[in-house]
T-cell receptor
Framework: DQQVKQNSPSLSVQEGRISILNCDYT??????FLWYKKYPAEGPTFLIS?????DKNEDGRFTVFLNKSAKHLSLHIVPSQPGDSAVYFC?????????????FGKGTKLSVIP | DSGVTQTPKHLITATGQRVTLRCSPR?????VYWYQQSLDQGLQFLIQ???????AKGNILERFSAQQFPDLHSELNLSSLELGDSALYFC??????????????FGPGTRLTVL
C-alpha cells in the first residue's frame, strides 16, 4: 500500500515556464512534508518542506502548497531552469515516537527544455 | 556535499554472500537512517538508529541488520544475498532545525549488485 503517490513519472517543461509537480498521500497521521531533488549517481538533496499547520511555504523559485482536506501537495518551480532537470521525490513523516522516518513517493523526472 | 559519507560506492557480489555497508553521519548528528531504492521504486525506509540505539524499523528483511557505533558511524549488514537485493542503499543523518523539525541529509549511496 503506497502511502505517498506521485502519479506522474515524468514531466517536460520549457525553460522559463512554471513546473508543477504533484503528490498525494493517504495517511492522515502525516504532519510534515518534504521535497527532495535527486541527480543521477547522487543522494537526494533536501529542497523545501512544509508543516501540516501551514498551507504554503516559499523559498526563492520554489513554493510548496499543501491541501490537507484533499491530502495533496504540489511543488511549483518558477521560472524553471535547465539545471532543475532531476528526479523530484515527495516525502512525508508522522513525527510521533521521535522517529521522523520518511515515506517517499516513487519520484517524478522533470526535464526542463532550453 | 551533504557531509554524510558512505562506503563503498559500488559493490558487486554473488548470491548467498554477506556484505557490510558503512555510513558516517554529519558531524554532530545523532540519528542515522537507512533507505533502499530498488529499480523504479521510491526510497524505502529500512531502519533508524539514534545515538547507538535502534529507534524505528521499517521494511527491513530479517537477513538484514544494522548497528550504530559509539563514534556514531553506522553499518548495514546484508546476508544470504539474493538477486532482488540489488539496489541503491542510502544513509541519511538528521539534525533539528530552528523550527524544531528534523531535516534528513543523504549520503551519495552504495550501489549493490548481486549476480
Amino acid at each position: 500500500d503506497q502511502q505517498v503517490k506521485q502519479n506522474s513519472p515524468s514531466l517536460s517543461v520549457q525553460e522559463g515556464r512554471i513546473s508543477i509537480l504533484n503528490c498525494d498521500y493517504t495517511n492522515s497521521m502525516f504532519d510534515y512534508f518534504l521535497w527532495y531533488k535527486k541527480y543521477p549517481a547522487e543522494g537526494p538533496t533536501f529542497l523545501i518542506s512544509i508543516s501540516s499547520i501551514k498551507d504554503k511555504n516559499e523559498d526563492g523559485r520554489f513554493t510548496v502548497f499543501l491541501n490537507k482536506s484533499a491530502k495533496h501537495l504540489s511543488l511549483h518551480i518558477v521560472p524553471s531552469q535547465p539545471g532543475d532537470s532531476a528526479v523530484y521525490f515527495c516525502a512525508a513523516s508522522a513525527n510521533g515516537a521521535g522517529s521522523y522516518q520518511l515515506t517517499f513517493g516513487k519520484g517524478t523526472k522533470l526535464s526542463v527544455i532550453p | 556535499d551533504s557531509g554524510v559519507t558512505q562506503t563503498p560506492k559500488h559493490l558487486i557480489t554473488a548470491t548467498g554472500q554477506r556484505v557490510t555497508l558503512r555510513c558516517s553521519p554529519r558531524s554532530g548528528d545523532l540519528s542515522v537512517y537507512w533507505y533502499q531504492q530498488s529499480l523504479d521504486q521510491g526510497l524505502q525506509f529500512l531502519i533508524q538508529y539514534y545515538n547507538g540505539e535502534e529507534r524505528a524499523k521499517g521494511n527491513i528483511l530479517e537477513r538484514f541488520s544494522a548497528q550504530q557505533f559509539p563514534d556514531l558511524h553506522s553499518e548495514l549488514n546484508l546476508s544470504s544475498l539474493e538477486l532482488g537485493d540489488s539496489a541503491l542503499y542510502f544513509c541519511a543523518s538528521s539534525a533539528r532545525t530552528s523550527g524544531g523539525i528534523f531535516e534528513q541529509f543523504f549520503g551519495p549511496g552504495t550501489r549493490l549488485t548481486v549476480l
